[in-house]
């Protein structure tokens, strides 16, 4: 029987299945991350090995840095995996790799890593999208969280407002015109000389800062849920040097604290309009005869998730937790320490994905530049 064969009727076996226990292995960028998960659900050992301190000294990623650092951590990362979670590879039912979007010298060794392991072993191999990892790190912190949701996803190259229609469909309904947000509080950090990544020291030093010392443009776009974060980063970089070339001290609690507040305000105000708009669609569309009954769907609770590196943002969590209130929403976010990458929240997308049958084949390749929905950036 050939691999192919052989991995297809395991997984068929999987379905409907208690218990089914996934590997999963994260290379996409600058972390080296294993994971066992169980049912989707549960998290069994989730190991991260961060490369922050090799690309520190460079300001940002280096990609060869990146590839070889994986390389070198990804047996050890996967080893520690499943000793964490108490188990051999041969009790593992199956194995997940992202595939893209990202790095693709990072990605091609966490895909070669997990093609040669699932050859050599004998099991189904799933590829999953990075993106789709994050929005589904909200499985594994919120056990009662099912589509349909709304999702804002933001992280250090996607700012994205989706609908998930089901487990692995989506529906874009807005996205930045140019950074993603994560990728401009990298910038902005930069210019207050902040190492990388500027996003969590941004955080940090805005939350002694006073967020109304400086006005920062409010971001113009055509599309009611797109967003824009370039012109709102030239501005802030131009207020920061004009305080430089005044020889005046750079204010960079305050600073960081204006930027932050201007960041956030855009991501939810943009959020809140698809909520309401959602909201007034799902009036609209539902029957009379249930409004006469008094079960009317118009007053289905709306499910707002959050997903990626910034939602580990603290004003961003503050300020959509009173938004969802005011709005009557249901908010979900990851814990802290699964919005930014890991090998857990890839696990988990790949569970649905290997219950639909969804399985990468030893031909499976990177693919950097993959996208979430058709249409998106
Ligand atoms: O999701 P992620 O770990 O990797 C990508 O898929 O991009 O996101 C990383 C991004 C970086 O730009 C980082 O600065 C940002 O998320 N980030 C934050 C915070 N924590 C991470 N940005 C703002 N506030 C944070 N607390
Ligand atoms: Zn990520």
Same mark, same amino acid.
């Given at each position: !029987?050939?691999? *192919?064969?052989?991995?297809?009727?395991?997984?068929?076996?999987?379905?409907?299945?208690? %218990?089914?226990?996934?590997?999963?292995?994260?290379?996409?960028?600058?972390?080296?991350?294993?994971?066992?998960?169980?049912?989707? /659900?549960?998290?069994?050992?989730?190991?991260?090995?961060?490369?922050?301190?090799?690309?520190?000294?460079?300001?940002?990623?280096?990609?060869? @840095?990146?590839?070889?650092?994986? !390389?070198?951590?990804?047996?050890?990362?996967?080893?520690?995996?499943?000793?964490?979670?108490?188990?051999?590879?041969?009790?593992?039912?199956?194995?997940?790799?992202?595939?893209?979007?990202?790095?693709?010298?990072?990605?091609?060794?966490?895909? +070669?890593?997990?093609?040669?392991?699932?050859?050599?072993?004998?099991?189904?191999?799933?590829?999953? +999208?990075?993106?789709?990892?994050?929005?589904?790190?909200?499985?594994?912190?919120?056990?009662?969280?099912?589509?349909?949701?709304?999702?804002?996803?933001?992280?250090?190259?996607?700012?994205?407002?989706?609908?998930? /229609?089901?487990?692995?469909?989506?529906?874009?309904?807005? *996205?930045?015109?140019?950074?993603?947000?994560?990728?401009?509080?990298?910038?902005? #950090?930069?210019?207050?000389?902040?190492?990388?990544?500027?996003?969590?020291?941004?955080?940090?030093?805005?939350?002694?800062?006073?967020?109304?010392?400086?006005?920062?443009?409010?971001?113009?776009?055509?599309?009611?849920?797109?967003?824009?974060?370039?012109?709102?980063?030239?501005?802030?970089? +131009?207020?920061?040097?004009?305080?430089?070339?005044? %020889?005046?001290?750079?204010?960079?609690?305050?600073?960081?604290?204006?930027?932050?507040?201007?960041?956030?305000?855009?991501?939810?105000?943009? #959020?809140?309009?698809? @909520?309401?708009?959602?909201?007034?669609?799902?009036?609209?569309?539902?029957?009379?005869?249930? *409004?006469?009954?008094?079960?009317?769907?118009?007053?289905?609770?709306?499910?707002?998730?959050?997903?990626?590196?910034?939602? #580990?943002? /603290?004003?961003?969590?503050? !300020?959509?937790?009173? !938004?969802?209130?005011?709005? %009557?929403?249901?908010?979900?976010?990851?814990?802290?320490?699964?919005?930014?990458?890991?090998?857990?929240?890839?696990?988990?997308?790949?569970?649905?994905?290997?219950?639909?049958?969804?399985?990468?084949?030893?031909?499976? +390749?990177?693919?950097? #530049?993959?996208?979430?929905?058709?249409?998106? *950036?």
């Amino acid at each position: !029987m050939t691999y *192919q064969e052989t991995a297809r009727r395991k997984a068929e076996a999987l379905r409907g299945a208690t %218990g089914v226990k996934i590997l999963a292995l994260e290379t996409s960028c600058d972390e080296t991350a294993a994971a066992v998960i169980e049912d989707g /659900r549960k998290i069994l050992s989730n190991v991260v090995f961060s490369q922050i301190d090799l690309h520190e000294l460079y300001g940002g990623v280096v990609p060869e @840095i990146a590839s070889r650092a994986h !390389m070198e951590a990804c047996d050890r990362v996967v080893d520690q995996a499943l000793r964490e979670a108490g188990l051999e590879l041969a009790e593992i039912d199956a194995l997940a790799v992202t595939k893209g979007p990202g790095l693709v010298g990072a990605l091609l060794t966490g895909v +070669n890593c997990m093609k040669g392991l699932a050859f050599a072993a004998g099991k189904p191999l799933v590829g999953v +999208n990075h993106i789709e990892g994050h929005v589904s790190a909200n499985f594994l912190s919120h056990p009662d969280l099912e589509p349909p949701f709304l999702c804002l996803v933001v992280s250090g190259g996607h700012s994205h407002l989706v609908e998930v /229609r089901e487990y692995g469909e989506y529906r874009l309904l807005g *996205q930045t015109m140019d950074d993603a947000a994560g990728e401009a509080f990298d910038k902005a #950090a930069r210019v207050l000389g902040l190492p990388y990544p500027g996003g969590p020291r941004i955080d940090a030093l805005a939350e002694e800062g006073n967020p109304e010392a400086f006005q920062l443009p409010k971001p113009k776009t055509e599309g009611r849920f797109d967003y824009s974060f370039s012109g709102l980063k030239t501005a802030f970089i +131009n207020l920061v040097h004009g305080i430089e070339q005044r %020889g005046e001290p750079l204010p960079r609690a305050d600073l960081a604290a204006c930027f932050r507040r201007a960041v956030c305000t855009e991501l939810t105000e943009k #959020a809140r309009a698809v @909520i309401s708009d959602h909201r007034s669609v799902v009036r609209k569309g539902s029957d009379l005869r249930s *409004q006469i009954s008094g079960h009317d769907d118009g007053d289905r609770e709306i499910r707002f998730a959050m997903a990626g590196g910034v939602s #580990a943002n /603290r004003e961003l969590r503050r !300020m959509a937790a009173k !938004m969802c209130e005011t709005l %009557g929403a249901k908010l979900y976010m990851p814990e802290i320490h699964l919005c930014t990458d890991n090998g857990a929240m890839i696990g988990s997308a790949a569970y649905y994905r290997l219950m639909r049958g969804e399985l990468a084949e030893l031909s499976l +390749n990177a693919e950097p #530049a993959l996208r979430l929905v058709n249409g998106d *950036q």
